[in-house]
């Protein structure tokens, strides 16, 4: 069985996953390039470092966002999301960031120290470990030269949400 998500159904897959793609155009050239989001209250979040992709972003801000989840060839979902590209300075960029980071962290599938596991020398090793990963893009490895990060989010406008269901398509068997 294949069929439309509901809002609800749309909503439910956005917030569950930290892989998407965006699609920008730039007068001849289409790119797209997967990212880590977030999710919240109608804005997808992301960072990055100053690129094509953002420069392409700057140039024309409507960007097309796709996600999937995939069980197997007939058991899936996928949304598709048109929006607007809205680069973050000051205090919105630290929110999108904290969006972003907590979004992520919240995902993760494993158990976080405590306070009162944590030692100084430890400091929270798993949320160091972490924050480490998660900011590596912007240090150049040569020099630990800290690279300018852009945090920015994408409207959405309209979306779409399709889905396939192998197991409800053989029920009636």
Same mark, same amino acid.
């Given at each position: 069985?294949?069929?439309?998500?509901?809002?609800?159904?749309?909503?439910?897959?956005?917030?569950?996953? %930290?892989?998407?793609?965006?699609?920008?155009?730039?007068?001849?050239?289409?790119?797209?390039?997967?990212? %880590?989001?977030?999710?919240?209250?109608?804005?997808?979040?992301?960072?990055?470092?100053?690129?094509?992709?953002?420069?392409?972003?700057?140039?024309?801000?409507?960007?097309?966002?796709?996600?999937?989840?995939?069980?197997?060839?007939?058991?899936?979902?996928?949304?598709?999301?048109?929006?607007?590209?809205?680069?973050?300075?000051?205090?919105?960029?630290?929110?999108?960031?904290?969006?972003?980071?907590?979004?992520?962290?919240?995902?993760?599938?494993?158990? %976080?120290?405590?306070?009162?596991?944590?030692?100084?020398?430890?400091?929270?090793?798993?949320?160091?470990?972490?924050?480490?990963?998660?900011?590596?893009?912007?240090?150049?490895?040569?020099?630990?030269?800290?690279?300018?990060?852009?945090?920015?989010?994408?409207?959405?406008?309209?979306?779409?949400?399709?889905?396939?269901?192998?197991?409800?398509?053989?029920?009636?068997?």
């Amino acid at each position: 069985m294949w069929g439309d998500m509901d809002k609800i159904q749309i909503e439910s897959l956005l917030k569950s996953e %930290t892989i998407g793609r965006i699609g920008c155009f730039d007068e001849d050239k289409v790119y797209v390039v997967p990212i %880590t989001y977030a999710y919240d209250n109608g804005y997808i979040y992301g960072h990055t470092k100053d690129g094509l992709k953002i420069r392409i972003m700057r140039k024309n801000p409507k960007v097309c966002f796709e996600i999937d989840w995939m069980k197997n060839m007939s058991t899936w979902k996928s949304v598709i999301a048109f929006g607007t590209f809205e680069e973050l300075t000051g205090s919105d960029a630290k929110n999108g960031l904290e969006i972003l980071m907590k979004s992520i962290m919240s995902k993760l599938d494993r158990k %976080t120290l405590s306070t009162e596991e944590s030692s100084d020398s430890n400091l929270g090793g798993e949320n160091l470990a972490f924050l480490h990963s998660f900011l590596s893009p912007f240090l150049h490895s040569k020099n630990n030269e800290i690279f300018e990060m852009v945090v920015y989010r994408i409207k959405v406008n309209e979306v779409t949400g399709k889905f396939g269901d192998d197991e409800k398509s053989n029920s009636y068997y």
